[in-house]
């Protein structure tokens, strides 16, 4: 019922700084949990950070914790990842996706337990 479009992404040098966008749009649906995932190639896709939408709680994973930092804003629809002290090893193709579920169900940290996703953007962060 909905469309997610990330942006955002390039090409960045190790320890510098990117914000990727994930922009919602189409009929109007329960925006529980808004999520970001990440692929990299041969690996499979790997949750990163959760934002929920009523109560601006968050979650991350413990490899971004610290560095990475998920937002919202609601008259835009939108869920941003702001990136900071990027790694080499943060490179992947990124995904936003969104979910009906609440944190406390457990199924935001799996791909499977999200509805919606965007088609992904690219973040390579060089050596």
């Known amino acids: 019922q909905v469309q997610l479009v990330e942006s955002g992404g390039g090409l960045v040098q190790a320890g510098g700084s990117l914000r990727l966008s994930c922009a919602a749009s189409?009929?109007?649906?329960?925006?529980?949990?808004m999520g970001w995932f990440r692929q990299a190639p041969g690996k499979e896709r790997e949750f990163v950070a959760v934002?929920?939408?009523?109560?601006?709680?968050?979650y991350y994973a413990d490899s971004v914790k610290g560095r990475f930092t998920i937002s919202r804003d609601n008259a835009k629809n939108s869920v941003y990842l702001h990136m900071n002290s990027l790694k080499p090893e943060d490179t992947a193709v990124y995904y936003c996706?969104?979910?009906?579920?609440?944190?406390?169900?457990?199924?935001?940290?799996?791909?499977?337990?999200?509805?919606?996703w965007g088609q992904g953007t690219q973040v390579t962060v060089s050596s």
């Open positions: 996706a969104a979910s009906t579920a609440k944190l406390y169900s457990g199924t935001f940290y799996y791909p499977s337990g999200y509805e919606y």
């Open positions: 934002i929920s939408w009523s109560d601006d709680l968050t």
């Open positions: 189409g009929r109007t649906f329960s925006r529980n949990l």
